[in-house]
């Protein structure tokens, strides 16, 4: 899925700048997420942002242990600060090579270093998306971050533009749309979505 160190940074500061941009009246919008208003993909952005820092930094434990659906996450009073704090964090610990090497843990899954980084990376392209899409910004991720988000969507499918993919139910998208909409596809979601 990637043989390479993939600096999560520039993604994960696009999330920071979509976040940014969130009014107090579209917390309770509904995004692309079946059963997430904008309020509750913030929530998981935080709490995903804290799981994959600490399975780089291989501190296993309640942050990797939490499965992502064990409970419809909420943001609290202070997230316009947390967020953007614990997205910092995740590329930092990313940009460890040691992080990419040997085992590690996210959402109570065993992984690969290098599998847990894809992933890291597909949730930023994923859910930047989802966040763009329910609040109506410009959404340019990073192209390494798209590739990497598609590498690991497309392996998990098996290879498949159709069927089951990790998140759902693969949107056909045609072979000569962009990669970003190709990859939206593959997460299970349609990339024509609108609120």
């Not at 941009?21 to 995903?48: I, K, S």
Request: charge should be negative; glycine fraction near 12%; hydrophobic fraction near 45%.
């Amino acid at each position: 899925m990637t043989d390479t160190v993939l600096d999560l940074g520039p993604q994960a500061r696009i999330v920071a700048r979509l976040a940014e941009g969130v009014r107090e009246e579209q917390l309770a919008a509904v995004t692309p997420c079946p059963d997430y208003a904008v309020r509750h993909l913030l929530g998981h952005l935080l709490g995903l942002a804290v799981a994959f820092r600490d399975a780089a930094r291989k501190d296993l434990g309640g942050t990797t242990d939490t499965r992502p659906d064990a409970a419809v996450p909420d943001v609290g009073p202070g997230w316009r600060e947390e967020l953007p704090e614990a997205l910092d964090a995740l590329a930092e610990a990313w940009r460890d090579p040691a992080a990419w090497t040997g085992a590690t843990r996210a959402g109570g899954v065993d992984l690969p270093g290098a599998v847990a980084g894809a992933v890291a990376a597909d949730e930023l392209v994923v859910h930047g998306w989802d966040l763009a899409r329910a609040t109506g910004q410009e959404y340019v991720p990073d192209p390494a971050a798209v590739e990497a988000s598609y590498g690991f969507l497309r392996a998990a499918a098996g290879g498949l533009d159709r069927g089951d993919g990790p998140f759902g139910p693969v949107v056909a998208v045609p072979e000569d749309a962009p990669l970003l909409d190709r990859t939206v596809g593959l997460s299970g979601r349609d990339p024509g979505w609108k609120p």
